[in-house]
Each structure stands twice: as C-alpha cells, then as structure tokens.
Nanobody, 118 residues
C-alpha cells in the first residue's frame, strides 16, 4: 500500500487543520491506521490511531480533546482533524498503516508539514 498525506500548512495558534491520508489500495479497509509526527530536533511520536473497523481509537495525551482521527473506507482515506492548534504542534505529520492488526506500523507515507504560529 502507498500512502499520501496532505492538508498541512501554516495556521495561527488556536486554528484548525484537517489532514488527509489517501491509500492506494482497497485493502486499506483491513488495516489499522495511525498518525505520527516529528518536530524539528525531536524523535517521531505517536499522535493517534484507529482500528480497521473504526471502532477503536487511541490518542496521545497531547492530542486528546483537540484532535480527532476518522476514516472513510469508501474513499480509502484516513483523516486527522486538529483543532485548538498550539505552536508545539508544529511538526511533519506522517500517516502509517498496520497490515498486521497489532498496531505496529510498518508502512509509511511522506509527511505533510504543519506549522503553527504564535
């Protein structure tokens, strides 16, 4: 599966962005999907994920209450709605796929840059 993230950009603190991740195959519908991010000078970190069914989601503490992950199987796309953005959310955001069903992410797409200005 190939993944393509989009939707990043420059936004002021307190603003919102919606990231999208399009998958190249319909088998996407059987994969758990996740969003990760990497800020300058820092290691990549988990942001949120969603099971193949969409029935379970997990969030990093930093994302809880502000970010929402969702998926549209008909469009082979997973979304990350980000509200109340903070400057510390500035990072390259990556989507990833877990074909194994173990929430171990092995397939990555190129990232999309989110910059939050203060």
């Amino acid at each position: 599966v190939q993944l393509q993230a989009s939707g990043g950009g420059l936004v002021q603190a307190g603003g919102s962005l919606r990231l999208s991740c399009a998958a190249s195959t319909r088998t996407f519908s059987s994969y758990n999907m996740g969003w990760f991010r990497q800020a300058p000078g820092k290691e990549r970190e988990f942001v949120a994920d969603i099971t193949w069914s969409g029935g379970s989601t997990k969030y990093a503490d930093s994302a809880k209450g502000r970010f929402t992950i969702s998926r549209d199987k008909a469009k082979n796309t997973v979304y990350l709605q980000m509200n109340s953005l903070k400057p510390e959310d500035t990072a390259v955001y990556y989507c990833a796929a877990d074909p194994s069903g173990t929430r171990s992410y092995s397939t990555w797409g190129p990232g999309t840059l989110v910059t939050v200005s203060s």
